[in-house]
Structures are given as structure tokens and as C-alpha cells.
């Protein structure tokens, strides 16, 4: 069973902190993912990584970077977090390739910056 | 563009009645397309893929390439089916592009 965990549930935050997000898939997935999930928006890709060490900008990568030191665990930095952040995270994962591309989700952090 | 449209932001139907939440995509290519759903305070999952042709708690997808859709249906509504149900499209690199979401509810 594939099991993608994500460091904090809920997570409270002061305009201009620095916020570390966590994820990390035991299912030696090569690609991982971070989306943020407001209502009426959907899920929108912030970043996503193919491989230990590479990583891709998604369509709203501004305020955010990511890191992928190992392969298991992708991280998902705020260098300055700013209430418009305030958001749900899903951090997933997916095996890729042709017909591989089902993404196996966290449970999500809701981020609250204050 | 690739784009994923979900037309209806709340569904609202009859336990027992059927149900039909809509998908269009724009995508040049040969697409490849999902059904996620997510239910009360559980994770995102996967409810269905086309490529699978498959029925899933009684829902089914068709992809209609003509039309460039694939809703998903259901003939006889369940009180557990109330959830939130994402539309999503991958596109052949390594993003999959989602709709921005349908609430069903299904009143007793």
C-alpha cells in the first residue's frame, strides 16, 4: 500500500517566517509533487521533481522553492511566508512512465499564516 | 491550451437518483485521464482512469474524444458518494492538470 506522509496536519505561521513542508513516499516513486488546494481553484502545481536533486517549476512556483536531497522526500519551502499562502498543501507521488501516472496523495497541511 | 473544465462547482441529487459530473478537457495529443475523489477528511485518491475501462463503486467514465470529455456517472446515487470529485488530464511529460473540482451532495 502506498503511503505518502507529510510532516504537520495544521501548521500556524507569522507573515515573514520561514515554513518548511515535508513529504516523504515509500514506494520508491521517481516523481513528486506540490499542489496547493484552494476552493473554486482546484489543485495547482507549485513544483514538481522527477528525480533526486532535479526539480521543475509548476504554474505558481513565485514565493516557493523546493528541495530533493533524497529520493523519498520532498520538501516545499516558504522563504517568507505571506497570509496569501494561507492555503492546504498536498505533497504526491507517482511511479511514472506510460500508464504509471496515478498520483498518491498525502493527507494534506493546512497552512494558516497569520 | 491543456486545459480541465469542471462546469458544476456543487452537485446536489436525490439518494437513488443518477448523477453525471461533467469533464472537458483541451488537449491536442492523446490524453490521458482520471477521475480522483476526495472524501470527508480523508486524502485525495484515485477513483478511476479511462485507460482502465473499469467500474468503480458504481461509477463509470466513457472518453468521448469527439466531444473531448469524459464525465463520470453513476445510476443510482449512494449518501456515501458525497465527496469532492476532481477531473484531472495528463498530458504526456510529468504534470497532470486538475479541474477545479465538484462537491456532490446527495440528500436522503
Known amino acids: 500500500d502506498v503511503k505518502v506522509t507529510q510532516s504537520s496536519r495544521y501548521l500556524v505561521k507569522r507573515t515573514g517566517e520561514k515554513v518548511f513542508l515535508e513529504c516523504v513516499q515509500d514506494m520508491d516513486h521517481e516523481n513528486m509533487f506540490w499542489y496547493r488546494q484552494d476552493p473554486g481553484l482546484g489543485l495547482r502545481l507549485i513544483y514538481f521533481?522527477?528525480?533526486?536533486?532535479?526539480?521543475e517549476k509548476g504554474d505558481i512556483p513565485e514565493g516557493y522553492s523546493v528541495s530533493r536531497e533524497k529520493k523519498e522526500r520532498f520538501s516545499l519551502i516558504l522563504e517568507s511566508a505571506s497570509t496569501n499562502q494561507t492555503s492546504m498543501y498536498l505533497c504526491?507521488?507517482?511511479?511514472?512512465?506510460?500508464?504509471?501516472?496515478?498520483?498518491?496523495f498525502g493527507p494534506g497541511t493546512r497552512l494558516t499564516v497569520l | 491550451a491543456q486545459r480541465v473544465t469542471q462546469p458544476e462547482k456543487l452537485l446536489s441529487v436525490f439518494k437513488g437518483a443518477p448523477v453525471e459530473l461533467k469533464c472537458n478537457y483541451s488537449?491536442?495529443?492523446?490524453?490521458?485521464l482520471f477521475w480522483y475523489v476526495q472524501y470527508s477528511r480523508q486524502r485525495l485518491q484515485l477513483l478511476l482512469r479511462?485507460?482502465s475501462r473499469e467500474s468503480i463503486k458504481g461509477f463509470t467514465a466513457d472518453l468521448n474524444k469527439g466531444e473531448t470529455s469524459f464525465h463520470l456517472k453513476k445510476p443510482f446515487a449512494q449518501e456515501e458518494d458525497s465527496a469532492m470529485y476532481y477531473c484531472a488530464l495528463h498530458t504526456g511529460g510529468f504534470k497532470t492538470i486538475f479541474g477545479a473540482g465538484t462537491r456532490l451532495f446527495v440528500k436522503a
Open positions: 479511462h485507460i
Open positions: 521533481s522527477y528525480d533526486v536533486k532535479m526539480k
Open positions: 488537449y491536442s495529443g492523446s490524453p490521458e
Open positions: 504526491a507521488s507517482s511511479p511514472g512512465g506510460p500508464g504509471n501516472n496515478e498520483q498518491f
